[in-house]
């Protein structure tokens, strides 16, 4: 684990074993965020709402997570998200309202808030955006710039805007490398060095 200059690595909810968090990594409300065993977290990503990273887990550069405390994203085991990935746990609609998050509550219009939730084994390519209230069933993966705005099925491939099937995952083939994976893990012990 390496020292951060934006936040005190000691104030977050929690930080597994061999986890990694580049320098440059801004996450604005540490305490609300929790990061499970070797899991990566790349420089110039900004974090700013609840957020659980299971084990595994890469969050790459240019990332971006927001929704202050009004919204949560969970990454469960072996997901990730490509450079430029920008998740939205919430969202002003703008309508006749102020918005900020330096505005006082009582002068914003209507906002969405709610989970992002990227199931095991799921990948978001790179630039791609998701939206409040959304979950990435296991398995699922976005190509390069594509916009989710509902939920999407396992074991299927996306892309475009709005997000559209554009195929099929091969789930066994999956499935038996992370029976591998997890099995090599528990036989090495708790990393891969």
């Not at 002068?107 to 955006?129: C, D, E, P, Q, W």
């Amino acid at each position: 684990m390496m020292e951060n200059i934006f936040f005190d690595l000691n104030k977050l909810k929690y930080i597994g074993k061999n986890v990694i968090i580049g320098k440059t990594v801004r996450i604005r409300h540490p305490e609300l965020v929790s990061i499970g065993d070797n899991s990566i977290i790349d420089d110039f990503t900004y974090i700013s709402a609840e957020l659980e990273v299971g084990k595994f887990c890469h969050i790459a550069s240019n990332s971006v997570i927001l929704g202050g405390a009004k919204g949560k994203c969970i990454f469960e085991d072996l997901t990730g998200c490509a450079p430029g990935t920008r998740i939205i746990t919430a969202s002003d609609d703008y309508t006749g309202s102020l918005g900020g998050p330096n505005i006082p509550p009582e002068f914003l219009g209507r906002s969405t808030h709610g989970l992002v939730h990227i199931k095991n084994y799921s990948i978001l390519g790179a630039n791609t955006v998701v939206m409040p209230n959304v979950t990435v069933e296991e398995g699922a993966v976005t190509n390069a710039l594509t916009l989710v705005r509902k939920d999407l099925s396992s074991w299927k491939i996306y892309s475009g805007n709005p997000a559209k099937i554009v195929g099929p995952r091969d789930k066994d083939r999956m499935l038996a490398d992370v029976e591998q994976f997890w099995k090599s893990y528990y036989e090495n012990g708790e990393c891969f060095n």
